[in-house]
T-cell receptor
Framework: AQKVTQAQTEISVVEKEDVTLDCVYE???????LFWYKQPPSGELVFLIR??????QNEISGRYSWNFQKSTSSFNFTITASQVVDSAVYFC??????????FGQGTTLQVKP | DSGVTQTPKHLITATGQRVTLRCSPR?????VYWYQQSLDQGLQFLIQ???????AKGNILERFSAQQFPDLHSELNLSSLELGDSALYFC?????????????FGPGTRLTVT
């Protein structure tokens, strides 16, 4: 079975702190794709990043970075120098061969000023 | 703005009623997905269409149905509504159903069943 686990339900940090959101996945597929989405208070789902299973290179985009480790089936997301605007629910997702996304339960990040 | 549009934004209706949610995919995208987000179930995949044909089904109730039209817009029909159907319904689109393509989500339709 395919599954995504985000063990952290809620995280609260103070602005400028670094924060890492954990994601662990399960799949028997040899090729798969992992995603992170952000859901701000306004409700829409915003695509952040896609990672292929055959590319374990870490990625950095501004204050955001992602650490993909196939050996531990993890795809963690770090926000450096967090800002109040980063407050949102963040979802990790696994894409099956049929194309559907399997989402984790989400991590609510609150960044306090 | 993802380029995916959904109407209406909010919908309030009574139990037993039927509603239709509409989605227009991003220009050029042939694949449409429907997801339901509720407090107890989280984000769950309902159904997927590709170029007018049903491609995959998730935990979609028999009271729910969907279709994708020749102009590629899609509609999700929810009937015999129950209180538990209250949720945020998202439509997403991608170029093709193969796994390499990311899905872009619409703003969602918030359905409240009273």
């Amino acid at each position: 079975a395919q599954k995504v686990t985000q063990a952290q339900t809620e995280i609260s940090v103070v602005e400028k702190e670094d924060v890492t959101l954990d994601c662990v996945y399960e799949t028997r597929d040899t090729t798969y794709y992992l995603f992170w989405y952000k859901q701000p208070p306004s409700g829409e789902l915003v695509f952040l990043i896609r990672r292929n299973s055959f590319d374990e290179q870490n990625e950095i985009s501004g204050r955001y970075s992602w650490n993909f480790q196939k050996s531990t089936s993890s795809f963690n997301f770090t926000i450096t120098a967090s800002q109040v605007v980063d407050s949102a629910v963040y979802f990790c997702a696994l894409k099956s061969n049929t194309g559907k996304l399997i989402f984790g339960q989400g991590t609510t990040l609150q960044v306090k000023p | 703005d993802s380029g995916v549009t959904q109407t209406p934004k909010h919908l309030i209706t009574a139990t037993g009623q039927r509603v239709t949610l509409r989605c227009s995919p991003r220009s050029g995208d042939l694949s449409v997905y429907w997801y339901q987000q509720s407090l107890d179930q989280g984000l769950q995949f309902l159904i997927q269409y590709y170029n007018g044909e049903e491609r995959a089904k998730g935990n979609i109730l028999e009271r729910f149905s969907a279709q994708q039209f020749p102009d590629l817009h899609s509609e999700l029909n929810l009937s015999s509504l129950e209180l538990g159907d209250s949720a945020l319904y998202f439509c997403a689109s991608s170029e093709a159903p193969t796994s390499s393509y990311e899905q872009y989500f619409g703003p969602g339709t918030r359905l409240t069943v009273t």
